[in-house]
């Protein structure tokens, strides 16, 4: 029933930018927390970044102060900017929302590709 819609993956060259956007269709009443995961060939899935519903963010050593996670709670929606990217963040990026108290998530998006290229 309710479903998790990524765009804004592709390819791009190193340096360059994209913004990954997550919309949640269907009846979706409460949100408790947003998150971005990434898993590339080879290579187990990581955390990239989290927000919670009142705004509080958190972001991957490796990406902090490049990605930049936020929300419009109203729209149900996600966003990830991903600036300064690099070969090494090449990878199926997935949303997830949470609506548990304890903010663990309970859907997930279908992922979206990332690809930069040196």
């Known amino acids: 029933q309710v479903q998790l819609v990524e765009s804004g993956g592709g390819l791009v060259q190193a340096g360059g930018s994209l913004r990954l956007s997550c919309a949640a269709s269907?009846?979706?009443?409460?949100?408790?927390?947003m998150g971005w995961y990434r898993q590339a060939p080879g290579k187990q899935r990581e955390l990239v970044a989290t927000?919670?519903?009142?705004?509080?963010?958190k972001h991957a050593a490796s990406v902090k102060g490049r990605f930049t996670i936020s929300s419009d709670n109203a729209k149900n929606t996600v966003y990830l900017q991903m600036n300064s990217l690099k070969p090494e963040d090449t990878a199926v990026y997935y949303c997830?929302?949470?609506?548990?108290?304890?903010?663990?998530?309970?859907?997930w998006g279908q992922g979206t590709q990332v690809t930069v290229s040196s």
């Open positions: 997830a929302f949470g609506v548990r108290v304890s903010g663990e998530y309970d859907y």
């Open positions: 269907g009846s979706i009443f409460s949100i408790t927390a």
């Open positions: 927000i919670t519903s009142r705004g509080g963010t």
